[in-house]
């Protein structure tokens, strides 16, 4: 199955979460959390994966990762045909690799074994370079693929890509993240396709940065594609050494820097309704109740954040959502809901939390300031503590009556 074909609820489903849902609500949190979207960001690049197949001959994969074509004359490199040849210019621009290039690039780097279901494209395909395979070294089929792209040196994008994500929503084995020697960001990840583990596919992940914003992601699945497919093995095929040695070939440096650089689209303005999500944070966490503890928290650049609390009987997640320019669905939203007198609008929803975990409840209060701004405050509790986990306690730690005194809360006017 494609790469592209994953569908990850973190991302697609974030921005749509809360407009969307009504007077139900979505009861996928994992939807809503900033772990998440960071994830989304990463499954972007993964999905890049997905190409149209190409047949691929035979390539060498010499010392340091160098790419080596055959029917080169010389001791160095040689990469795609089509590439211009040199001219007396002391800079000639960076050659262009086809996916075939990537793909025996790909197959060289890994050990002894069959490949099957080859994809690839190139450097100068719109939707940047990639590469894909089934790889059987003799104990199962399993896909890897490798996508390649840039990112602003040193930006936020840079970071989320090398975070190791939030384990209160994205559970996993194994995470490290690391500056290297010479100035990159590495992140070596060993975790789930799936976060609910719903199905236990194994989704093992190296995601390098570069100081120069070179983004290389490669990833690994023990199964012949990372959804819909029978595991075939009981782990991926590569150890997260070895995930990092391929990440860090310098070869895919070279492939990234010959990526056509397009004009960036015009940067829309800044939305001055964005709320700094640790000013998020730190409110809710200061408006909860005597009695209990915050025993770990989170959150997302803007709009959403969470805490776990426990108040002697069981861990509970309590999370935060506060939205602009929600007036034009207020009916929708707030329809049999009530009014308070100063124009307030306030719906309130008891019910399943995760229709994945039996047991699993949760519990809302959803509020709309009055004004053409449409500020929206949802503040949600569940009786369990980590998205997707059993249930630690009978109820929320948090009552309806608490909930929704943070909600109507003053202190979150002055974000509004």
Same mark, same amino acid.
Request: negative net charge; hydrophobic residues 35%.
């Given at each position: $199955?494609?790469?592209?074909?994953?569908?990850?609820?973190?991302?697609?489903?974030?921005?749509?979460?809360?407009?969307?849902?009504?007077?139900?609500?979505?009861?996928?949190?994992?939807?809503?959390?900033?772990?998440?979207?960071?994830?989304?960001?990463?499954?972007?690049? /993964?999905? /890049?994966?997905?190409?149209?197949?190409?047949?691929?001959?035979?390539?060498?994969?010499?010392?340091?990762?160098?790419?080596?074509?055959?029917?080169?004359?010389?001791?160095?490199? *040689?990469?795609?045909? !089509?590439?211009?040849?040199? !001219?007396?210019?002391?800079?000639?621009?960076?050659?262009?690799?086809?996916?075939?290039?990537?793909?025996?690039?790909?197959?060289? $780097?890994?050990?002894?074994?069959?490949?099957?279901?080859?994809?690839?494209?190139?450097?100068?395909?719109? +939707?940047?370079?990639?590469?894909?395979? @089934? %790889?059987?070294?003799?104990?199962?089929?399993?896909?890897?693929? @490798?996508?390649?792209?840039?990112?602003?040196?040193?930006?936020?994008?840079?970071?989320?890509?090398?975070?190791?994500?939030?384990?209160?929503?994205?559970?996993?084995?194994?995470?490290?993240?690391?500056?290297?020697?010479?100035?990159?960001?590495? +992140?070596?990840?060993?975790?789930?396709?799936?976060?609910?583990? /719903?199905?236990?596919?194994?989704?093992? &992940?190296?995601?390098?940065?570069?100081?120069?914003?070179?983004?290389?992601?490669?990833? =690994?699945? &023990?199964?012949?594609? *990372?959804?819909?497919?029978?595991?075939?093995?009981?782990?991926?095929?590569?150890?997260?050494?070895?995930?990092?040695?391929?990440?860090?070939?310098?070869?895919?440096?070279?492939?990234?820097?010959?990526?056509?650089?397009?004009? =960036?689209?015009?940067?829309?303005?800044?939305?001055?309704?964005? !709320?700094?999500?640790?000013?998020?944070?730190?409110?809710?966490?200061?408006?909860?109740?005597?009695? @209990?503890?915050?025993?770990?928290?989170?959150? *997302?650049?803007?709009? %959403?954040?969470?805490?776990?609390?426990?108040?002697?009987?069981?861990?509970?997640?309590? *999370?935060? &959502?506060?939205?602009?320019? $929600?007036?034009?669905?207020?009916?929708?939203?707030?329809?049999?809901?009530?009014?308070?007198?100063?124009?307030?609008?306030?719906?309130?929803?008891?019910?399943?939390?995760?229709?994945?975990?039996?047991?699993?409840? $949760?519990?809302?209060?959803?509020?709309?300031?009055?004004?053409?701004?449409?500020? /929206?405050?949802?503040?949600?509790?569940?009786? &369990?503590?980590?998205?997707?986990?059993?249930?630690?306690?009978?109820?929320?730690?948090?009552? +309806?009556?608490?909930?929704?005194?943070?909600?109507?809360?003053?202190?979150?006017?002055? +974000?509004?």
């Amino acid at each position: $199955m494609p790469v592209d074909q994953h569908s990850d609820p973190f991302e697609d489903r974030f921005a749509a979460a809360l407009r969307d849902t009504g007077a139900g609500f979505d009861a996928d949190r994992a939807a809503l959390t900033a772990a998440g979207r960071a994830r989304g960001r990463r499954l972007r690049l /993964r999905r /890049r994966a997905a190409v149209a197949g190409g047949v691929a001959g035979i390539a060498l994969v010499g010392v340091g990762g160098a790419l080596v074509l055959p029917g080169g004359d010389g001791p160095g490199p *040689q990469r795609s045909s !089509t590439a211009a040849a040199p !001219t007396a210019s002391p800079a000639p621009a960076p050659t262009a690799f086809s996916g075939d290039d990537l793909l025996r690039t790909l197959k060289g $780097m890994l050990p002894g074994g069959e490949f099957s279901q080859e994809s690839a494209r190139g450097t100068d395909d719109r +939707m940047g370079p990639s590469a894909r395979v @089934v %790889y059987d070294d003799g104990k199962g089929a399993a896909a890897v693929a @490798v996508s390649l792209d840039r990112v602003e040196p040193g930006g936020e994008e840079a970071r989320e890509f090398t975070r190791c994500p939030d384990e209160t929503f994205v559970p996993h084995d194994s995470c490290t993240s690391r500056r290297l020697p010479d100035g990159s960001l590495l +992140m070596l990840f060993q975790g789930y396709e799936y976060p609910d583990r /719903r199905v236990d596919t194994k989704w093992w &992940n190296a995601e390098l940065v570069t100081p120069e914003g070179r983004h290389v992601s490669v990833s =690994e699945w &023990n199964a012949p594609a *990372q959804k819909d497919a029978e595991i075939s093995r009981e782990e991926p095929p590569l150890s997260p050494e070895r995930l990092k040695e391929i990440a860090t070939a310098p070869v895919w440096r070279e492939v990234v820097d010959a990526i056509p650089r397009r004009p =960036e689209p015009t940067a829309a303005p800044s939305d001055p309704w964005r !709320t700094p999500g640790q000013a998020v944070g730190k409110t809710l966490a200061e408006l909860l109740p005597e009695g @209990v503890k915050v025993v770990s928290r989170g959150g *997302q650049e803007s709009e %959403y954040a969470y805490v776990v609390v426990d108040d002697g009987k069981g861990a509970s997640l309590v *999370q935060i &959502n506060v939205q602009h320019g $929600m007036s034009d669905v207020a009916d929708q939203l707030y329809g049999s809901g009530e009014t308070l007198p100063d124009g307030t609008r306030v719906a309130t929803r008891q019910g399943p939390g995760d229709d994945r975990v039996p047991g699993v409840v $949760m519990w809302t209060v959803d509020t709309l300031r009055p004004g053409a701004d449409g500020f /929206r405050v949802v503040v949600s509790a569940f009786n &369990n503590g980590a998205a997707h986990a059993a249930p630690t306690r009978d109820e929320p730690a948090l009552t +309806m009556e608490q909930l929704r005194k943070i909600a109507l809360s003053p202190r979150w006017d002055a +974000m509004g």
